[in-house]
């Protein structure tokens, strides 16, 4: 079993920034991509980012390109998920996950319980 538990969602303003961390625990992490997902109102949840847990390499959906950046800490056993220049359109729980494959949902073994991203205009 992995638990994972977000933190640092938040209400700012366009333009603005946010940073979330994500710390797993429970079995190692190191077979394991961690990856960050979204879901905003009427809306299906999408991926947003992913990063191998032991190689680091990480992957971005078109739609944050050049404004996000996902690290992790393996001492600490954290993700992070740094936003940038945030629009109104990221307003989404954002959840992190535990992914055994390629990043999709289906891949998903373990999800957080989501952290609240709003972003006003």
């Known amino acids: 079993q992995v638990q994972l538990v977000e933190s640092g969602g938040g209400l700012v303003q366009a333009g603005d920034s946010l940073r979330l961390s994500c710390v797993a625990s429970?079995?190692?992490?190191?077979?394991?991509?961690m990856g960050w997902f979204r879901q905003a109102p009427g809306k299906e949840r999408e991926s947003v980012a992913a990063?191998?847990?032991?190689?680091?390499?990480?992957w971005y959906a078109d739609s944050v390109k050049g404004r996000f950046t996902m690290s992790r800490d393996i001492t600490k056993n954290t993700g992070f998920l740094q936003m940038n220049s945030l629009k109104p359109e990221d307003t989404a729980v954002y959840y992190c996950?535990?992914?055994?494959?390629?990043?999709?949902?289906?891949?998903?073994?373990?999800w957080g319980q989501g952290t609240q991203v709003t972003v006003s205009s």
């Open positions: 996950a535990a992914l055994s494959g390629v990043v999709s949902t289906e891949a998903v073994d373990y």
């Open positions: 429970g079995r190692t992490f190191n077979s394991y991509t």
């Open positions: 990063i191998t847990w032991s190689g680091g390499t990480a």
